[in-house]
């Protein structure tokens, strides 16, 4: 990373997974002064939760988008774990607009073979709305890894979530971690992958592999230089 001004554009099929996967990251592209946007695809409804869990996760998503100083949010408020049900053309279109109107240089998105069927419709659409005959503007495109998703997909032969670029992430893994915790009921107790010691763990292990106490891992889809 640099401090060159970027555009960078993170995509989360719920709220959460931009903290688990690239939080520290997103605190990282702040600190450089860089501009970045946040993309929520789906959201929970008041057809299966109650009125007071509604609200109550509206708020917790502004406050987290206030923390990590958005420059835009979006939630396309798609229906959380119903995304296979919703034509993926309304997916791409939804995407696509906002990718034309911020013009981002960098996207980060879920892993393509994350377990949660609404991860890989989200980054199906991300793919398709961000082909670079449509927008030009994308010179960089990684996939990230999300606690609870991506290590319980099988390990099967060409379909795990293999990074080779590591994010120095040591200076606000504490933020991070602070971050998560906003999100009431989604933070479990050790040894949950969500709980904040698996956090540590996984961040530790990817620290281990650059030669820094913490760091985020992503998996290169593209890059144009």
């Not at 991070?176 to 989604?186: A, D, L, N, R, S």
């Amino acid at each position: 990373m640099n401090n060159t001004m970027l555009k960078v554009l993170v995509v989360a099929p719920h709220p959460d997974d931009e903290t688990l996967g690239c939080g520290g990251t997103i605190l990282k592209h702040n600190d450089l002064n860089h501009e970045v946007h946040w993309i929520s695809v789906t959201n929970i409804s008041d057809d299966e939760w109650s009125e007071f869990k509604v609200k109550s996760r509206q708020k917790e998503i502004k406050k987290i988008a206030k923390m990590y100083n958005f420059k835009t949010f979006s939630n396309l408020d798609f229906t959380a774990a119903r995304l296979d049900s919703v034509p993926m053309v309304d997916i791409v279109s939804k995407i696509s607009e906002l990718v034309q109107e911020i013009q981002p240089n960098i996207v980060y998105v879920n892993n393509y073979n994350d377990v949660h069927t609404d991860h890989q419709v989200v980054f199906k659409a991300v793919i398709s709305a961000t082909k670079n005959f449509r927008q030009p503007s994308v010179s960089r495109i990684l996939m990230y890894e999300t606690l609870s998703e991506t290590e319980f997909h099988p390990a099967f032969s060409g379909e795990s979530f293999n990074p080779n670029v590591f994010v120095d992430i040591t200076d606000f893994f504490s933020q991070k971690c602070q971050i998560m915790k906003q999100y009431e009921g989604e933070v479990m107790e050790s040894p949950h992958p969500r709980s904040i010691d698996t956090i540590e763990a996984l961040a530790k292990y990817r620290g281990s592999r650059i030669g820094e106490k913490y760091a985020e891992a992503f998996q290169l889809i593209y890059e144009k230089i």
